[in-house]
Each structure stands twice: as C-alpha cells, then as structure tokens.
C-alpha cells in the first residue's frame, strides 16, 4: 500500500487535566472517504485541528507528504480582515486554481459575494467557509460538521459536491445520512484512542457494539481475575514470603489495568417534565395566510391558504429551503403570530415549551448551573421533583466542576445539551423543537429519537436530518413553493422518505423552476392521516406504536376496572365526596385514553394490513 498523506502516529493532547487524547492514530490515504465518529467532548475537532497542523499535539507525530495541499472546515470560522465574501474565498485559491470556481461555489451556496462578512449570521459564515475550502480542490479535505447550516436541498448538494471530488475526505458529521453517502472507513475516537473500522459508517453501529460487548466480557473476566486475587490475598497461606510478593505486585498491577480501561463514557439520560394531558385537538388552522411588504413595495408571499388539523399525540415535522418561512410557519401555528387571513385555533390546556435554533437566551457570561436554575439557587424542577443541579447535570454528560463554567466556554456540542436540558426540565404538552438535532453527537441523537416516541404529547419540530426525521415524526408539512406557487405548503403523512415517495422528489431550492410544469396534485392540503393509503412503509414512530399501543391499552383496561370497582361502592359519595370525584373524572378521562388509543391501534393495524397487502 503507498504512504498515506497524512499520518498522525500515537498522538497525545491535554488542556491541563486527563489527557483527551491517548495515543490516537490516523492515516489519511488518496481518495479516503473517512467518517470521523465519536461522542461531544471526546476530541474529534480537537484531532482534526491537529491533522490540519493548527494545534501542536502535547506529543506524537505528525507527517504530511511534501506538497500536499490541505484544506480544514472549522466549526466557527473567522472572516474578520475581509471585504466581500468572496475576497475571503479568492484569498483561499492557489496560483493554479480556477477563480470562477469561487463564485459558483458561492452562488450555489446561496451566497452573491458581495456581501460584508461583518453583517453576516452564522449559517452565512458557515457557508462562505464551505466555498473557501471547496474552491481549491484540495488533496485532503478535512470537514468539522459541514451540514450544520444548511438546508435540504444545501445538503443534497454538497453530497454530490463532495462525492464528485478526487480529495481525501475526512468528515465530522451527526447527518447519519449525509455519512451513509459519503464514507467508506469509519475511525471512532473512543477514550482517546482511535479505532479504525474498514466500512463505511452505515456499518459502524452493529460493529460498535460488538467491540463493546466484547469489552464488557473482558472487563467481566478481569473482574473475576481481580476479586480471587483479592480473596488470595485474605485467605491466602505466607510461606513463601518471595512469591506471596509476587502476587502482590501482580493483583496490583490488574487493579491498575482495571483503572485504566475506563468502561465506555456513560450515556445521557434525557426525561421529560410532563404536564397536565391537553386536548384532543391541538392546532387547528383553516386557510391561514400571511405576507410581508418587500422594500421595493411589492408583496412576498409566505404561507397562502393552508388548513391543518394537528391531534394530541402527534409528531409534525416542518421542511423546506431556507428562507421558505418554516419559522414564520410554526409561530402561525403556535399562535405566536397572528395570520393575515384565516382563523387558528389552539386546544385546551396547552402548555408549550420550545427550544430555539439560535440558542438565543443563553446568556455567555452566566455560569451553567445558573443557565439552567435560571439564576434561582441550587435546585432545579423536574417532572415536578425537586433535583440538586449537579445531579441533573451528570444526566447530560456534565461534570460537577462544569458547574460555574461561563456558558461561553461549551462547545456547540455542550451547548445543544444544555439547551436540551433547560426544555425538557419544563413542564409540557407540547415540545416545539427548531432544528434540535445541530451539534448534538449521534448517541444523544438516538436517546432524542427515543424520548420523542415515548413523549405522550404533541412534537412539532423543523429540521434538516433526514434519517432524523424518518426516525420520529408521523407526518411532514413540506414547502410547495417549487410547484404551486408563492406560500404553498402541502401535508404528506410519514416521515420525510414517505414524503418523497408520495411528491416524487425531495425537497427543492427557493428560486422556483418557472419551466417546470406543476404536479398533478391538489393544492389543498390533506390532514396527516388522510394520505395513508400512498405510504411504502410504517415510520418509525408508526411502528413504535404499533408495538407499544397493545400494552397501553391492557393497562388502560385494568385501571377502568379498578376504578369502576371504586366509584360501585354506594357508600363512597357520603364517606367521602371529594375522593369519589376524583375518582370518577379520571374514570372518564382514562375511557377517553383508551378509545384514543383503540382507534389509533386499529389506524395503524389496517395500514399495516394495506402496505403488507
């Protein structure tokens, strides 16, 4: 095999405390497709910045052939000492390059170049990086989270930007799919040791936990070794004082084994503070519109004549390119907006909790145990337990001295947990999520997954993930704008595959293809069970509830008879009227569950039977 590009042998880094990297290995070969994996904080950014030569390890090697051009994405990139954005893409070319290549890069990142970097927001930034390090075509191309900021169609494109390219990738990414696409060797940063895996990411999780099964088993088998030591040591006979010495030394030497093959870092343990049940209803709009005066005066269209009917229990995903007007959208259906035309209306008993994209109400200079007290003391509630601040911490991965560390100091990573763990401590009905998936690492992703299908109120989120979305929701509001003209919007039941299915094409950049005739498709917009019959499979959310549905409602069954056997007693209204009431409002509300879920049961029973047929 020829010598690699890139090769960082046995290198280690710490920031003062425990080494975050042990040792770590990476050869980066010509044409490598490499996925970079690993959980927040365990040092990918920190081993990528190190191959790209912009920190100096604490130790190990770094060697680089001679003539080798390298081009690294960082997370936050800095355009200061730049007029235009596409002066800071040209300044990134080569004598050789091709200066034209900027400027398309730009424009099919949705940027002009004439923009002033100093205006620009980060998902701007973000994109005018990407083109800086595109332009070249690099030998080696080493991206940190190049998905973060973009929108669907952005991300459709960069992988087939990406995959046409002759450089070495190497790529950081928490889009599942996006890995899927693009990887054909997976090295997972694992306790500051790197483990390289010759497939592609699809295949890292099955082999993931294989390797930890094994560790386990290992670890089960020392642990045995180490306690008949232990026991020698109580019960052994002292003759031989110069082998009793030996085993000694030795028990002490396992012990030291078992410290230092830490088991595998805990994982989050994210829960929910549930509110009061709401409604069955819990949005409904009837043909809401809404519109915005451009500066030149004309009108530009967001949301036009669209009608949804949202039931408890639901979980709605938003898509569409940026700048469609998902957030105009979802504050229209939260009524945090009111429409031009059209009636919104909310259900009963509501309560709301959202979580912002921007993670724009942490305050940087606040410690992290005041962001999430909310500066009130050391005690936070949650699902109405009072709980000690550290503690609930631990259960997102943070450690006790991370308590009075200035928010301005997380990573992005740590950021999204702590945004995660401020929602999900409020309690709630229905979760309203803004692109919840950006920076988070893929094990927290699942146990998200995991907690939206358990959740028993309503989710409305927006996102870009793909494999996200197909994981969770149950139907997609898409913009239509590409096909039905200015502020169309369209339900598709499912989660996004679904919706591609049934429209035949994903979603479409803004600037609509005039040429490009309209599906034959009814404009009005089907409520999210009404599409059923088109699906090619259950979601995943679906399938969820199939299986967990039958278990529910046998519970729901024993509860109604143990109630009713209560409120039988004749004697009950006089010995005691106010348990007799309670009694028998939750009789009627747990009759209402279980014809909810009954009727739900049989939905998803009947389309299973359709699609199996």
Known sequence: MPAPLLHLRDVRHTFGGPELLKGAELQVHAGAR????????????????????????????????????????????????????????????????????????????????????????????????????????????????????????????????????????????????????????????????????????????????????????????????????????????????????????ALQALRQERRERRRAVGQVNLSISEAEQSGKRVV??????????????????????????????????????????????????????????????????????????????????????????????DYVMVGGARRHVVGYMKDFLFTPQQAETPVAVLSGGERGRLMLARALALPSNVLVLDEPTNDLDLDTLDLLQEMIADYPGTVILVSHDRDFLDRTVNAVI??????????????????YSDMVAQRGDGVTAKEADTAKPAKAKSAAAPEPRAASGAKKKLSFAQSHALKTLPAAMEKLHAEIARLREVIADPGLFARDPARFEATAQRLTAAEAELADAEHQWLELELLREEIGA
């Open 34 to 249: 490499i996925a970079l994996v690993g959980r927040n904080g365990s040092g990918k950014s920190t081993l990528l910045k190190i191959a790209a030569g912009l920190v100096e390890p604490t130790g190990g090697e770094r060697i680089v052939q001679r003539g080798i051009g390298l081009r690294y994405l960082p997370q936050e990139p800095d355009l200061s000492g730049f007029a235009t954005t596409l002066a800071y893409v040209e300044a990134g070319l080569g004598e050789h390059d091709d200066p034209h290549r900027a400027r398309y890069l730009l424009e099919r990142l949705g940027l002009t170049g004439a923009e002033d970097p100093a205006r620009l927001s980060g998902g701007e930034t973000r994109r005018a990086a990407l083109a800086r390090v595109l332009a070249p075509a690099p030998d080696v191309l080493m991206l940190d989270e190049p998905t973060n900021h973009l929108d669907l169609p952005g991300i459709a494109w960069l992988e087939q930007e990406l995959a046409g390219l002759r450089s070495a990738l190497v790529i950081i990414s928490h889009d599942r799919r996006f890995l899927n696409a693009l990887s054909r060797t997976t090295v997972w940063l694992d306790r500051g040791r790197c483990r390289t895996i010759d497939k592609g990411f699809s295949a890292f999780e099955a082999t993931r936990d294989e390797l930890l099964e094994q560790e386990e088993q290992e670890l089960h088998k020392l642990d045995r070794q180490i306690a008949r030591e232990e026991d020698w040591v109580v019960h052994g006979v002292s003759a031989r004082r110069k082998r009793n010495q030996r085993r000694m030394a």
């Open 284 to 377: 409904e709009a009837d043909r809401i519109a809404k519109s915005y005066m451009r500066p030149d005066g004309s009108e530009l269209k967001v949301v036009r004549d669209f009608s949804v009917r949202i039931l408890r229990g639901e979980r709605i995903g938003l898509v569409g390119p940026n700048g469609a007007g998902k957030t105009t959208l979802i504050n229209l259906l939260t009524a945090a907006l009111p429409p031009d035309r059209g009636a919104i209306k909310l259900g009963v008993g509501l309560e709301m909790v959202t979580l912002d994209q921007g993670r724009e109400d942490l305050d940087p200079k606040k410690p992290l145990k005041d962001a999430l007290t909310r500066g009130h003391g």
């Open 478 to 495: 898409a913009w239509e704008g590409d096909t039905h003209g200015p502020g169309a919007w369209a339900v598709y039941a499912g989660g």
